[in-house]
């Protein structure tokens, strides 16, 4: 039988542990706060630290990061963003990558998974056979749930599909 210290468990593994953590909650003013917030707030912190932001420093080199209320002027940092930042363990490699989502300009949602991919390596180009298998899957799926669609209109909707790929392009 397995001790209970042996199980893997589930969600993302922890980087950071120890009195450290508690320490800088406490000094947050979030001593209840749980794990993942307390990993996410000293990723934030790191990030900010490492691309330069805060202490009175200028903003100015990765807009991106900021939020702007247009109504009320208000500006609000993307914390979001600097948690996925402050994983980088590499200080050039974060300041790059900072440097090419306030570029890109994406939604934050669209800008997390850009960072996740780029991080963890998963930003391989593709290949024919695997998108074409892909494509393949959803046309057997959309055919199983309308069996009565006529194959001229299947061959219409792969023309259309066709030419958004190409003006996108």
Known sequence: ???????????RPRVITGDN?????MALGKP???ARTQQNKLYQLYAMKVLGLGQGQKRDPYPFLWKTDHATEDTRVRWTLLTELGRFTHAETMRAVARKVCELKLST?????????????RNSAGDTLKLANELIGLVNDYIERHPAMPHAEMLAAFETARNAVEESQ
Not at 1 to 11: H, L
Not at 21 to 25: I, R, T, Y
Not at 110 to 121: M, P
């Open 21 to 25: 953590v508690s320490a800088v909650m």
């Open 109 to 121: 949602r669209k800008t997390v998974v850009i960072i996740r991919r780029f991080r963890l390596g």
């Open 1 to 11: 039988m397995e001790n209970v210290s042996e199980i893997k468990r589930r969600g």
């Open 32 to 34: 209840d706060a749980t």
